[in-house]
């Protein structure tokens, strides 16, 4: 008798231990990403938990679930509490895909809304440097982006007249910037806070006008042309490495979009190889490196880690801010940062 009680306390230990920490959760994918702060810039997925009524941000990883855009998911997850220590950079819990329950593509409505714009001019001002942006979000009632300095959301609402709404006060994150940055945050805030807007999109091109029909905030919409010249004419380094940010010595990557070629370092060897892109998504084929040893461990893995992702077939990019990103099934993996 004591023998079988021993042995019915062992299992129940360790089945307490197994579970211990994990949990099972219904989550609703929206069709569409925000901008948000995580290790930097980045971009990051909306959810709601079983009965939620709002979407909030989800900055994490779901190992498993590979996110299409424009289409909104009914998933469910495993979520378990991460082991103590817990790295500075990293979330308390680890998430994993169950099922997925639905797929659904949503026909988002074309023009203004959903789609990432850039300032080119505010107060009749011309705005070149790129670094103040905004998604018009059509279902959460939100415009989200960056103000030239920080990462902002504003609540906004639509009224009776075709794309003409009201905005109410804006927050956001609250870094410090240079003059040059600090000046167009306020430029930008005071212009949008609580304001009456009239929408008008001309090709490429939005303009947000006031009740006088002035043009007081003027945004542009990238084309792929505009996007991969951007990326051609800056020299990019390494900032963040399966978000982990810290300097990564001389790693870098550059891109050729004229011959469909990339080089760059990994801190320790050249590479060079091609690449092929379709939408959002980049492939790298033929990518080698010179063969010169690494000094120390960490050497080592971060050229490991960059080939390995440099190499894998299928990996999604975005720019966001200043950094170049690159996702693998949703994951944030290499984020790069514009160096003069």
Request: with cysteine.
């Amino acid at each position: 008798m004591k023998r079988f009680k021993c042995i019915y306390v062992f299992v129940a230990v360790l089945l307490s231990t197994i579970t211990y920490g994990q949990e099972s959760l219904k989550m609703f994918v929206k069709e569409s990403k925000v901008s948000c702060m995580g290790v930097g810039p980045m971009e990051c997925l909306q959810v709601k938990y079983d009965k939620d009524k709002e979407w909030q941000l989800f900055y994490d990883h779901i190992e498993g679930f590979n996110f299409e855009k424009g289409n909104r998911y009914e998933i469910l997850v495993t979520r378990t509490k991460r082991q103590e220590p817990i790295p500075a950079d990293a979330s308390a819990y680890q998430y994993k895909l169950k099922s997925i329950v639905s797929k659904t593509p949503v026909n988002a409505e074309k023009g203004i809304y959903n789609t990432k714009m850039i300032l080119t001019q505010l107060n009749e001002k011309k705005i070149t440097n790129g670094k103040a942006f905004i998604t018009i979000n059509d279902e959460s009632g939100t415009i989200n982006g960056n103000n030239g300095c920080n990462i902002f959301n504003v609540k906004y609402t639509k009224l009776s007249a075709k794309n003409q709404i009201k905005t109410d006060a804006p927050f956001g994150t609250l870094m410090a910037c240079e003059g040059e940055g600090m000046k167009l945050e306020q430029d930008f805030s005071a212009a949008i806070t609580k304001k009456k807007f009239k929408i008008v999109k001309k090709n490429n091109k939005v303009q947000f006008r006031n009740g006088k029909n002035k043009v007081v905030m003027e945004f542009s919409i990238p084309t792929q042309n505009q996007l991969w010249s951007f990326i051609a004419k800056n020299n990019w380094k390494l900032i963040a490495l399966e978000n982990v940010g810290q300097d990564y010595g001389k790693a870098s990557i550059k891109f050729n979009p004229a011959e469909k070629k990339v080089s760059g370092s990994t801190g320790c060897n050249n590479f060079f190889g091609t690449y092929e892109t379709t939408g959002d998504r980049i492939s790298f084929d033929k990518v080698a490196s010179t063969r010169m040893a690494c000094i120390g461990e960490e050497g080592n893995k971060t050229e490991q880690k960059m080939l390995y992702y440099l190499n894998n077939k299928d990996l999604r990019f975005d720019v966001a801010d200043q950094t170049l990103n690159f996702y693998l099934n949703d994951r944030l993996v290499m984020m790069f940062g514009i160096t003069r």
